[in-house]
Nanobody, 118 residues
Framework: QVQLVESGGGLVQAGGSLRLSCAAS????????MGWYRQAPGKQRELVAN???????YYTDSVKGRFTISRSSAKNTVYLQMNSLKPEDTAVYYC????????????WGQGTQVTVSS
């Protein structure tokens, strides 16, 4: 079972920046999608951004132009650079890994809190 270890959350003022990291332990399948979800109090978990094994990326509309997802394949690590943060970005951010190799294997990180003060 792949373990996902997140880091980089914290408290920042509006307009500031944070960088989240998520490292996957062990080897992962050749075909995968890795990314970040977030869940604010009283709201459903939503997909923020992801990147697949081919390098294609997806961003939800509310973060386009502000967040950038990238990866280090050698380190099995994905990063989320968050700029121009807004109070509405406040949430617990969860790393997610979906691996595809005959079946779909899903792993989740423990979550990291991001708080943006106004």
């Amino acid at each position: 079972q792949v373990q996902l270890v997140e880091s980089g959350g914290g408290l920042v003022q509006a307009g500031g920046s944070l960088r989240l990291s998520c490292a996957a332990s062990g080897s992962i399948f050749s075909f995968y999608v890795m990314g970040w979800y977030r869940q604010a109090p009283g709201k459903q978990r939503e997909l923020v951004a992801n990147i697949n094994s081919g390098g294609s990326t997806y961003y939800t509309d509310s973060v386009k132009g502000r967040f950038t997802i990238s990866r280090s394949s050698a380190k099995n690590t994905v990063y989320l650079q968050m700029n121009s943060l807004k109070p509405e970005d406040t949430a617990v951010y969860y790393c997610n890994l979906d691996q595809y190799g005959g079946s779909r294997l899903t792993s989740w990180g423990q979550g990291t809190q991001v708080t943006v003060s106004s």
